[in-house]
Structure formats: structure tokens, C-alpha cells
């Protein structure tokens, strides 16, 4: 039973074009969720998150939009550039587990 | 360092082996946090600290699998007869406050058991 769903194994865009990657979950207890970027051998770096509270965080290119309601959040990066090809994963902190629960994760490629 | 070590990157055991990994958390982080991550998945939550209190090991997967933080900085996380199905990347994740909704992960260890 997943309970964060990455349903876009890979994803492909032009640089300079906006990159828009998906994440839904099932448990209404999760309170913060949190981007994190993945390269080859390494481990995840902490991208951006968002509290259950509020529905847009912004930092730089990186914007986390979160649908409560459809149980819904997006990572928009825009512009994207060819060095944020990597592995995004989507991951959602429950305070009561002090737990992350992360998505499969989507490969995201930027094309020159 | 800044962030958070992990060591070794890279680990070859034999079945039925024991292993011990070991994570160096940042410095001042008081909660520490141990995933497993298979092939082609999402890391997956092992067990977390407080301190040197382990609060939650339920993502152990069995009793071969122990972590222990005994001064509340560095942690170990020991595999006892090693299966070829512990084959996996196991990172460790520090966050400064005890709420931990805000983890820094270390860059892993590759775990191959043949």
C-alpha cells in the first residue's frame, strides 16, 4: 500500500521550459512534505518542502503547489536548465511517526 | 565536515556475513534518522533517534538488523548474518530539531551481499 504515488517514472524536457512533476498521497495525517533532488551515488539533497497549511512555497525556480483537498502536490521548476537532470523524489513527513514516506521517484531530463 | 558522512560508500559481504555502517550526523542535529533504499524505490524509514534514545525501529526488517547512537552524535547500524535480499543503499538522515520534518541525508552505503 503506497502511500505517495510518483506515477511519472521519467520526464523530459527542453531547457528553458518549465518542468512540472507530480506527487499524490492517501494519509490526511501527513502535516509537511518535502522535495528532494537525487544524482547518481549520491544521497537525496533537501530541495524545498511545504507545510499541510498552506498551498504554495516558493524558492527561486523551485514552486511546491499543494491541493489538500485531491491530495495533490506538484514541483515546478521553471526555468529548467540541462543541471537539474536528476531523480526527484516527493516524501511526506507524518509528526505522530517523525517518519518521511517517499514516492518512487521521477527522472527528470533537461535537453539542451 | 558540513553534512552528513556515511562509510563506508561501498561494502561487499558474503552470506551470512555481519556488517556495521556507520553514519557521522551533523554536527548539533539532534535527531537521526536510518533509510533503506532497493533499486528503482524510494528510500524507506528504518528507524530514528533521539539523542541516544532510539524511539522507533519499526522499519527494521529483522531481528539480524540493530542500530545503536550510544552518545547521541555518531550512529552504527549493524546487519548480523547477512542476506543476499540486504542488498540495498542504506542512507542515513540528521535534522536539527526533534520534530524532524527536515532531514539532510547522508550519501549512502551500498550494501552487496553474494
Known amino acids: 500500500d503506497q502511500q505517495v504515488k510518483q506515477n511519472s517514472p521519467s520526464l523530459s524536457v527542453q531547457e528553458g521550459r518549465i518542468s512540472i512533476l507530480n506527487c499524490d498521497y492517501t494519509?490526511?495525517?501527513?502535516?509537511?512534505f518535502l522535495w528532494y533532488k537525487k544524482y547518481p551515488a549520491e544521497g537525496p539533497t533537501f530541495l524545498i518542502s511545504?507545510?499541510?497549511?498552506?498551498d504554495k512555497n516558493e524558492d527561486g525556480r523551485f514552486t511546491v503547489f499543494l491541493n489538500k483537498s485531491a491530495k495533490h502536490l506538484s514541483l515546478h521548476i521553471v526555468p529548467s536548465q540541462p543541471g537539474d537532470s536528476a531523480v526527484y523524489f516527493c516524501a511526506a513527513f507524518s509528526g505522530s511517526a517523525r517518519q518521511l514516506t517517499f514516492g518512487s521517484g521521477t527522472q527528470l531530463t533537461v535537453l539542451p | 565536515g558540513a553534512g552528513v558522512s556515511q562509510s563506508p560508500r561501498y561494502k561487499v559481504a558474503k552470506r551470512g556475513q555481519d556488517v556495521a555502517l556507520r553514519c557521522d550526523p551533523i554536527?548539533?542535529?539532534?535527531?537521526l534518522f536510518w533509510y533503506q533504499q532497493a533499486l528503482g524505490q524510494g528510500p524507506e524509514f528504518l528507524t530514528y533517534?533521539?539523542?541516544?534514545?532510539?524511539?522507533?525501529k519499526s522499519g527494521l526488517p529483522s531481528d539480524r538488523f540493530f542500530a545503536e547512537r550510544p552518545e547521541g552524535s555518531v550512529s552504527t547500524l549493524k546487519i548480523q548474518r547477512t542476506q543476499q535480499e540486504d542488498s540495498a543503499v542504506y542512507l542515513c538522515?540528521?535534522?536539527?530539531?526533534?520534530?524532524?520534518?527536515?532531514?539532510?541525508f547522508g550519501p549512502g552505503t551500498r550494501l552487496l551481499v553474494l
Open positions: 554536527s548539533g542535529h539532534v535527531s
Open positions: 494519509n490526511s495525517m501527513f502535516d509537511y
Open positions: 538522515a540528521s535534522s536539527l530539531r526533534t520534530s524532524g520534518e527536515t532531514q539532510y
Open positions: 533517534f533521539q539523542n541516544e534514545a532510539q524511539l522507533d
Open positions: 511545504i507545510s499541510s497549511i498552506k
